[in-house]
């Protein structure tokens, strides 16, 4: 009889100023650092790392979901991950047109000749935050429109 393996959980909380955005237990998570998207799985060595503006992605049991989340920092351990962020959302929840013209405004504040070095920066995490929605919300419709082909 084939025997299943059961793989090692660890808990992954995700809180912003509005809520316990997500709280449950995973086999492994990616998420997005100022050195790229940085993936953990149970057992790994503690470690505090800087979030930027990108896409979370979880596998839980049998299921693998994405969300965004903007900047924060992840605090990591052998059993558990942290993350305290700005802000976070489920791709379905995205509206595209707000995160296109957020998009807009953010290019247009980074390249502007009157803007400050630290406005720049900002404009750079907008930047980063719009197109993290908007690649989730393209990614979310064409799973689903794939699932319709079928
Ligand atoms: P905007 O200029 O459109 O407000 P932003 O990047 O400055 O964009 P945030 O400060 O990151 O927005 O988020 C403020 C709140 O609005 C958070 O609760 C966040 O989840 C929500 N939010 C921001 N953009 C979107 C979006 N495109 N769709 C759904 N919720 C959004």
Partial sequence: MAETVKK???TVEVVTPYDV???GRVTSIVIPTLDGQF????????????ITPGIVRIEEEDEKRSFVISEGFAEIGQ???IIVCNAAEWPEKIDTTRAKEAL????SKYNSVTSTEQQRIY???AIRRAKARI???EEWKKSKK???DQ
């Fill in 8 to 10: 090692k959980k660890m």
């Fill in 21 to 23: 955005f997500y709280e």
């Fill in 39 to 50: 993936g953990i799985l149970p057992g790994h060595s503690p470690l505090v790392v800087a």
């Fill in 79 to 81: 059993n558990a991950v």
């Fill in 104 to 107: 807009e405004r953010a290019m």
């Fill in 123 to 125: 404009a750079r995490h």
């Fill in 135 to 137: 690649a989730i919300a």
């Fill in 146 to 148: 794939d699932k319709w």
